[in-house]
């Protein structure tokens, strides 16, 4: 239960700065091309946490962690002042309005490769392989292999990560002969080696 609600956390939190990233996007780039904005939230729903901020936008925090908006003056959906009409983001050339709905998706892509890099100076490129589940009659079963032990390796070719697992596993398609296989427990010392015969491998 306690993981449940651990995971549930975590995937909310995830998306929520995923969303928050996306959403300064388009804030940042409205508020250099001069576009008034009225409001930057994150969620949907009620204000659980609401301020205003010496830039006048009214920032806020959601009860539906769903998604967010940045809310900027636009005569299309609300009266504007007479002194802001030139800061409507209706009155804006339309590659200025074109590079406001870009910047989200562009923060986005900025955030991914920040986080592959991070990932990548740590030396963690990809999923570790770990087994989940073992089906009947798979090829982990047939190996002798358990849910919790990581794939080391396959045809004596490590592979470090799940990318490098379907990599070595798809040169093998089609194949007969013998697949080997080691595989072990994290931060266990011990290493299974197997060996399973194919035919016509799928």
Request: net charge neutral.
């Amino acid at each position: 239960m306690l993981d449940t609600l651990q995971t549930v956390l975590i995937a909310i939190a995830t998306f929520s700065i995923v969303v928050a990233v996306h959403e300064y996007g388009h804030f940042w780039v409205a508020r250099r091309s001069g576009v008034k904005v009225l409001r930057f939230s994150v969620g949907f729903g009620r204000p659980l946490i609401r301020w205003r901020g010496r830039d006048e936008v009214e920032y806020v925090i959601a009860i539906l962690p769903l998604g967010g908006y940045v809310r900027m003056a636009d005569e299309r959906e609300d009266n504007v002042a007479d002194e802001d009409l030139p800061r409507a983001y209706n009155r804006q050339p339309v590659a200025r309005r074109m590079a406001i709905a870009a910047a989200g998706p562009a923060a986005n892509f900025l955030l991914a490769v920040l986080v592959l890099w991070m990932l990548f100076l740590r030396g963690e490129v990809g999923i570790v392989p770990l087994i989940d589940q073992v089906s009947a009659g798979s090829l982990a079963d047939r190996a002798g292999l358990v849910s919790g032990q990581e794939i080391l390796s396959i045809d004596d070719n490590p592979t470090p990560t799940l990318a490098a697992l379907n990599f070595a596993l798809l040169e093998r398609l089609g194949d007969s002969g013998t697949l080997r296989l080691s595989a072990s427990f994290p931060e266990s010392e011990g290493v299974q080696r197997s060996e399973v015969s194919i035919k016509r491998w799928l």
